[in-house]
């Protein structure tokens, strides 16, 4: 079974929440094998405190560093180098579902020669990719989908969250890549609106998996 990678078209595009959904929806286990920055919390943490079902495990980050930047600095200010052959071998053992979240989008170091994008390729994981809509989101969500078609990844689609205007089916259109769903601004993150979104989501999950 393949796992499920979710990435975005950037930092701060709503990935984690997503990712409760989507595993909230599939009743799958969720791991981020890459945290930088973490004074707030983990998005871990976030994700357990978002699931209601019993049947998700929640697996502990393989690299866990403080400082809020790119991998590869972040590990650097640590004296640390994160190996894409250490996370494969670290792959969670399960028969769920797996969720994986990356950090920040796929062209984000991991360490001086390699990428999120190169972490894709060897897990040969599925893709969702998250969009928010907001100012300049066509532009990073085109731009995204062209690496991933050169690259020939294996692509389910997108997820859009937020309402700042509606086009998400011009991007769908352009990039190739299906609409998986549409999450509307969410006014309070909690138990009940992730599974409520989750429940909407679900159908659509599995007609894309």
Known sequence: MKPIFITGTGTDVGKTIIAAIVTEALHADYWKPIQAGYTGGTDSLSVAEMITNKKTAIHPELYKLKLPASPHIAAREEGKKISIKKIIKHLPETKNILIIEGAGGLMVPLNEKSLILHLIKKLKAKVIIVSKNELGSINHSLLTAAVFKKEKIDVAGWVFNEDFMNYDDE????????????????????????????VKMKRKLQNFL
Request: hydrophobic residues 45%.
């Open 171 to 198: 991007i769908a259109s352009w990039s190739g890549y299906p609409i998986i769903a549409t999450v509307k601004h969410l006014p309070e993150i909690s138990k009940e609106s992730i599974k409520e979104a989750a």
